[in-house]
């Protein structure tokens, strides 16, 4: 069982091109390196689309798994359960919204105790359990105070794969 990882800005453009590349790179990993499992954090655009590909590319690979790694006050909806909330969404909001669904939802003590580090410490969590990653980091946004690029630097020491996007 190999994992992957993702990283990018908050609010990342979906943009088709970036999407194709997403859906090349997680489809290589599928194929070639054998990953099957994906671990996704929350609040970002580019995690949102990486679920979205993922998702598609479940479709032909029905083997994989879409882990969510939450922090305090988040929720995950697990398969299956989606259609049901994407409903009562609209419902009560009038608009279509779109749902993650995963296989599995995993919190952590360590990161619910970390306080204005939560994100960081999810994000370590998640890198520790990954064998690649996958970053979208703009480096014209370049911030060292940027999340993308603190999960960049903390993968590098690791020595883990990192491909960018």
Known sequence: MKSCSFFGHR???????????????VEQLIVEEGVDTFLFGSRSKFDELCHMVVTELKEKYPHIQRIAYLCKHETACLAGAGMSLKHQIKELTGRDMYVAEYEDVKKSDRVNSA??????????????????CVFYREMTRFNQKSGVFAAWDYAKQKRLICISC
Not at 11 to 25: A, F, N, V
């Open 11 to 25: 609010d990342t453009s979906q943009t088709e091109e970036l999407k194709q590349k997403i859906m090349e790179t």
């Open 115 to 132: 306080g204005r580090a939560a994100y960081v410490e999810r994000n370590q969590w998640m890198i520790d359990e990954s064998d690649y």
